[in-house]
Structures are given as structure tokens and as C-alpha cells.
């Protein structure tokens, strides 16, 4: 078998995070959280964003020990066995590879706004019409193909792309905030500041396409195998995205606020339809050029995006297939080009059953976000876990404080599952279920090998999972429950609660086969202890 190549430096890691990060969450999370939380929206995304660094740095620590391809589904079978491995990796790829379609339709839903006759028939209310459809499986296509052939093409694409992505934001935060802006609309008489209260604030993080935005932080840990210095690489690509992004996004939500016309605003700031939000904007405004070079970017800015999902998504495949979770073919790569083809072609497949499924960018940006909070919870875990059972390790990248920032993203996460809302959180927690037979088909094959064991470490998964379910259901009605549980005291529940299961996760982790292959990647990368102390 052909290992995967590095080739790619601190720059076109960066690029990739960013690439992933910046893609139609700009277009669409200012109108969407705007929507929900009015002015106060510009807490939604600096609140998600530390979240999400939080979360991010456990698995710079995780990423630094641990280069390789697809690494995000596999640290929490390295410490707790196929189970938990199993869910946690089965959540990071529906969340990741649904973002490829939604690439896709995000930028069709913005060509709808064209002043065209023919792009009015892409789209039919929220949904993608047949036409609309075939439009978005040939932009599949091309993210396809700007993959199939190498890793370093695709690096050149995404970084010019990533290029062109960072400057029209923010060609668009001066062009509109100086052509109308509107400062009064932050205090509205009828609105205020916080319209929805701040439970408002916390579901726009939860379910506006914010969690979903900064979602990307992921794709320079799935590509560290590619990385030529991961232990620099990774955590100076994870941070830099990051940080520049929630500079970009929170200047977006500022400009978007400020330039709505305040009639509309008077009106309620949900009630504000939009098909194509800046763009909308600039033509109100009178800024045409604004408008087309907008239109431009609804391709370039979601197909960035596309493209680097893409090719991280088969990297998860083929992290999945050798943790023992798919078929054997999927973990193949191409001899010459050095990509994992057949991975690719599934996930082809499974973006086009996505693209049927669910035709509005919305409503996949939702599942999108559950799905990823529930896979983010196992990197604090596993990052505590391996300081507990794999002490011996090396570490180029060791947190300090990672004692406390651990817990907090955990706590952290589970408030955003809880935001997101009753049935939402009960709807993703199925999805979760489908996955279920694949990994007893793989057990029943190796004749339930470590099963109990794997089981036993997996009780605290599965109780949160069940657990959270049900207090999102009997919880605050702000939050869609039904008010069993107060507002207010919810929050301290979800603490309390937290801290229940972490605690019990981390203690719960084994030295399982799995750990084993974690040492020999280790090893791999940075030599034996006694290799270290030679050189």
C-alpha cells in the first residue's frame, strides 16, 4: 500500500482551515443568527468561536502526537476502544461530509438572486427545484476532480481560492458600511439590543451556521499526514484560522446589522427574508459592482470550502477503514497521485444522497452543527485520557492548562447541544443510531473481539447521549423543552452534569489494542524515548 504524502507547509495548512472555515457561513450566518438574536448576534460569534477554541486546542494536542491522515476519527478509539471510536468518528463524518453538498447549494440558492429569467427556476421557496439540483451535483463534480489527480493541485487551488475568499468579505464590510450604515439599528425601540433575550445569543451559536462556520478548524488535523513539520504546522494553522476568521465573521455581522434598512429592522429581525443576504444589501444600497462581485464569490467562497471538504472527508474515510470501520478498499491510494480514490467516490455518492435529502442550506447548516458538537466532545476526553494511560508518549505540542481548558470545552460543548434546541437534539441523536449497524456487522466479522471491554468504556457515551436527549426535551421552553426545567437553572444542571461525565469519560479510557497503533504513529513521527535521548 502507498502511504499519503507530505507535501503540504504551515502556509497551505493555515489556508486549508481557513479555506474550510470561510465558506458559505459568510454569506448566509449574519442574516441566519441576525434572525435569531438581532444586534446581539456579534455575541453569537465571538461566544462560538472561543467555544470552538477551546474544543480546537485539545485537538492541537491530539493532531501534534498523532500525524496522520483522517486523525480526527480516530483519538477516541485510541483511548477508549471501537465503541466510542466508532460514534465519535461516525459524527465527525456525517457532519463533515454533509458540508459538501451544502457548499453546493449555497451557491446556487445565491445564483437564484441572479437577474435572470432562467436562475428564478433554480429554487422553489427554500428548496432547489430539478434544475437547481443539476446545477449543484456539476459543482460536486468539479470539487471532485480538483481532488482526483493529486494533494498538491488541490493545495494550489485552495490557496489562491482562500485568497480571493479573505478579501471579499472584506471588500464587502467597506463598501457597505460606506455606502449606508445604520447605527441606530443596534438599539431599535421596538427590538432593543437583545430582542430574544440572551437565550436568543445561545441559540444563534447552536443553529445559525456558527458552529457550522468554524467547524473548519478540523481540516488542518485531518490533512497532518500531509504536513511536511505537523508538530509547527498544526497548531499555527488551527489558531491563525481561527483567530482571523471571528475577526472577519463578527466586522461581517457588524456591517450586516448597521446596513438593513431600519424600516425592515422595526419590523422584527426574523422577519427579514433574504436569498441572497449581501448581496440583497448591496443592491438596496446602490452598490452594484459590490452586488456582482458577490455573486462571483457565492462560487468561489462555498467551493473553496467544497474542495477542501472534499479531500479531508476522504481522509476520514481512510482513517475509518483502518480503524476497521469500512471495507478494506476504502483505505487504498492511488500509487502514483498519492489520494485515496476510492473514499473519494463514496463520499461522492453520500453528498449526492445529502443533496436529495435535504435541499436548502439552512436546514443541512442545522444538522451540520448537532452532528459536529456531538463529535467535539470526545477530543477533551481523549486529550485527559492520554495524559492518564499514555504518559510515555511524545508531545510537540503539550497545552499548558490543558488540566482546565479540557473540562471547560466539554462543558462548553454541551451547552451548544442543549442551544440547539428540542427535536433538533433528538433528531441528530438518531441519525447517530443508523450508523449503529455498520459497527456490529464489523464486530460480529471479528468474532466481538474486545467487546465487553470496548462496551464498558463506552457507558458514559452512551448515557450522555441519552441523557442530554432527554433534558433537552423537559428543559427550558426558550430552548424547546417543555419546561420542566427552568431557565436558568438549567445552565446549572448542565454544569453539574458536565462535570459528571467528563469526569467519567476521562477515567474510563483503557490501554486497548488501539492504543497500541497510537504508540507505533507516535513512534513513526517522532522515534522511540530512547531514540530522543540518542540524538
Not at 472527508?313 to 492511488?334: D, L, Q, V
Not at 460543548?413 to 464489523?442: D, H, K, N, Q, S
Not at 458514559?460 to 426535551?473: P, Q
Amino acid at each position: 500500500m502507498s502511504s499519503i504524502k507530505r507535501s503540504m507547509g504551515t502556509f497551505s495548512l493555515m489556508m486549508t482551515g481557513l479555506g474550510s472555515i470561510i465558506g458559505s457561513g459568510w454569506l448566509f450566518g449574519a442574516w441566519r443568527a441576525a434572525g435569531i438574536a438581532g444586534p446581539a448576534a456579534i455575541f453569537s460569534w465571538i461566544i462560538g468561536m472561543i467555544v470552538i477554541l477551546f474544543i480546537a486546542l485539545t485537538y492541537a494536542e491530539l493532531g501534534s502526537m498523532f500525524p496522520e491522515s483522517g486523525g480526527m476519527v480516530r483519538y477516541a478509539q485510541y483511548t477508549h476502544g471501537s465503541f466510542v471510536g466508532f460514534i465519535a468518528a461516525w459524527a465527525n463524518w456525517i457532519a463533515i461530509v454533509s458540508v459538501i453538498p451544502t457548499e453546493a447549494i449555497a451557491s446556487i440558492q445565491y445564483m437564484h438572486s441572479w437577474p435572470f429569467a432562467w436562475t428564478k427556476s433554480l429554487m422553489n421557496g427554500n428548496d432547489l427545484t430539478l434544475f437547481g439540483i443539476v446545477l449543484v451535483i456539476v459543482l460536486l463534480l468539479i470539487y471532485f476532480f480538483l481532488n482526483y489527480w493529486t494533494v498538491q493541485l488541490f493545495s494550489r487551488a485552495n490557496n489562491i481560492i482562500t485568497v480571493f475568499k479573505i478579501v471579499i468579505p472584506l471588500l464587502t464590510i467597506v463598501g457597505i458600511m460606506t455606502a449606508g450604515f445604520h447605527p441606530g439599528n443596534f438599539h431599535l425601540p421596538s427590538q432593543g439590543f437583545t430582542p430574544n433575550g440572551w437565550s436568543g445569543v445561545f441559540t444563534a451559536v447552536a443553529i445559525s451556521g456558527i458552529v457550522f462556520s468554524f467547524n473548519g478548524f478540523q481540516s488542518p488535523i485531518n490533512m497532518a499526514g500531509e504536513a511536511r513539520n505537523p508538530k509547527r504546522s498544526i497548531p499555527i494553522a488551527i489558531i491563525g484560522s481561527l483567530l482571523i476568521a471571528v475577526i472577519i465573521y463578527v466586522l461581517l455581522q457588524i456591517t450586516f446589522i448597521g446596513a438593513v434598512n431600519p424600516s425592515l429592522a422595526a419590523k422584527g429581525w426574523g422577519t427579514i427574508q433574504f436569498s441572497s443576504p449581501f448581496a440583497n444589501l448591496a443592491i438596496a444600497l446602490g452598490i452594484n459592482w459590490l452586488a456582482i462581485v458577490l455573486y462571483l464569490d457565492a462560487f468561489v467562497s462555498p467551493s473553496g470550502t467544497g474542495t477542501t471538504y472534499t479531500a479531508t472527508t476522504a481522509r476520514m474515510i481512510y482513517g475509518m477503514e483502518e480503524n476497521g470501520y469500512f471495507p478494506k478498499i476504502f483505505g487504498k491510494i492511488h500509487p502514483f497521485y498519492g489520494v485515496p480514490r476510492p473514499a473519494m467516490f463514496f463520499n461522492l455518492v453520500v453528498s449526492l444522497i445529502f443533496l436529495f435529502l435535504f435541499r436548502g442550506w439552512g436546514a443541512l447548516a442545522e444538522i451540520i452543527s448537532v452532528a459536529t458538537i456531538i463529535s467535539y466532545i470526545c477530543g477533551p476526553i481523549s486529550v485527559m485520557a492520554l495524559r492518564r494511560i499514555g504518559v510515555h508518549l511524545r508531545r510537540p505540542l503539550r497545552i499548558k492548562g490543558i488540566s482546565i481548558i479540557a473540562p471547560l470545552g466539554f462543558i462548553f460543548a454541551t451547552f451548544i447541544l442543549y442551544w440547539a434546541r428540542w427535536p433538533l437534539t433528538g433528531e441528530v441523536m438518531f441519525i447517530m443510531i443508523i450508523g449503529l449497524p455498520l459497527y456490529f456487522y464489523y464486530q460480529v466479522k471479528n468474532k466481538w473481539a474486545g467487546f465487553r471491554k470496548d462496551l464498558k468504556a463506552s457507558g458514559w457515551l452512551i448515557v450522555y447521549l441519552i441523557v442530554m436527549a432527554l433534558f433537552s426535551y423537559i428543559g427550558s421552553e426558550k430552548f424547546g423543552g417543555i419546561n420542566v426545567i427552568k431557565y436558568g437553572w438549567d445552565f446549572v444542571f448542565l454544569v453539574v452534569l458536565s462535570i459528571i461525565f467528563y469526569y467519567w469519560g476521562v477515567k474510563s479510557a483503557w490501554e486497548n489494542q488501539y492504543l497500541k497503533e497510537a504508540e507505533d504513529v507516535n513512534q513513526k513521527a517522532y522515534g522511540t524515548e530512547q531514540e530522543r535521548k540518542i540524538v
